[in-house]
């Protein structure tokens, strides 16, 4: 069995953001080397997720728009978690959103669908974040 | 370290529905000779999940309301995806209920507790649909 | 390729609690001898989650609240599963939190971000349950 680590790092300059990171896994598969196995890609920090789905503006826009309704950042002192902190409503989006993804690798490859696409999701940015992608297999 | 990979199809024929695929992965993990690893099990598609839950006709109605009331179809002129399109809501239910699950294999077994079955959860269906099995280990 | 197998048991003595069970997933990764892998830690019953979040108490209070507006556990007849049952918001909460997650093993421990830290969430306590860990890699 081989296994192949490597993180990625991301900035977002504003409090929330979507950013695809499909090339980068692509190429952390390829740095491995690892033809069949299964890859994971998690954020590390607990305000942000990592998730598949469909790289179309018009539907980031509507998860923001969801995701705001369904925990919202303001008022921030409807939170207990918000003291000295604003980013209560960011550890409840992850949630919904999810901390991680596991996709087959076959071939060498991501084993994907026609339209997955792997996403950062960030809600509480403005500073350097890491992604963890971690591939084992064969 | 072994690696064995099936593709489910999958027609369902309203726009909502969902179907116990335990025994498709049972199947699949008793063909691939594997006694101990992993399987991960998901949708290919990102207006479906794969989740694990109880195979319970009442509580199946429950997740339709609930799902409806959390991100509703209608109407379709909400979200921003919905331009010449009206699955948004799908890929919101979808991030609910999440994309895909990895169920432990024990003497070639699913490894599950007493009441756990893997359901494929279909939000947008009345087409074919593809699930995918990937199992590694020995 | 090596693969561990724990169960983990907990009872909560209320409805709904959080329990950090980072420290017993450690102590299998170190009983499992693993270098490098996957550890999958998932709730074996369906109305319970295994998940990542921070250790801090406002914000567990915060859930509390969140899940509850989210899905409601009263009144129990609004729910068709509640027939002699009464947990069917359990059901719901727990597909938000999420059945399970799979954490990267780097140098024989958990490879976590600076605050990640692994949750049993039980919604429908009151009774013994049980969390998996499996542990592949070598």
């Given at each position: 069995m081989k296994s192949f680590r490597k993180e990625l790092w991301f900035q977002v300059p504003s409090r929330r953001g979507l950013i695809?990171?499909?090339p980068q896994v692509e190429d952390a598969l390829r740095e491995s080397g690892i033809q069949e196995g299964l890859v994971l890609v998690n954020a590390m920090h607990?305000?942000?997720?990592?998730?598949?789905n469909d790289d179309e503006p018009g539907l980031h826009r509507d998860y923001e728009v969801?995701?705001?309704?369904?925990?919202?950042?303001?008022p921030v002192s409807q939170y207990r978690h918000n003291v000295g902190e604003d980013n209560a409503d960011a550890h409840m989006k992850r949630q919904i959103?999810?901390?991680?993804?596991?996709?087959?690798?076959?071939?060498?490859?991501?084993d994907f669908?026609?339209?997955?696409?792997?996403?950062?999701?960030?809600f509480d940015g403005r500073r350097r974040k890491r992604v963890l992608v971690k591939i084992i297999g064969e």
């Amino acid at each position: 069995m081989k296994s192949f680590r490597k993180e990625l790092w991301f900035q977002v300059p504003s409090r929330r953001g979507l950013i695809n990171v499909t090339p980068q896994v692509e190429d952390a598969l390829r740095e491995s080397g690892i033809q069949e196995g299964l890859v994971l890609v998690n954020a590390m920090h607990i305000t942000a997720s990592v998730f598949i789905n469909d790289d179309e503006p018009g539907l980031h826009r509507d998860y923001e728009v969801w995701l705001e309704k369904l925990a919202p950042h303001e008022p921030v002192s409807q939170y207990r978690h918000n003291v000295g902190e604003d980013n209560a409503d960011a550890h409840m989006k992850r949630q919904i959103m999810g901390r991680e993804v596991v996709v087959a690798v076959t071939k060498g490859k991501l084993d994907f669908g026609p339209w997955e696409q792997i996403f950062y999701g960030e809600f509480d940015g403005r500073r350097r974040k890491r992604v963890l992608v971690k591939i084992i297999g064969e």
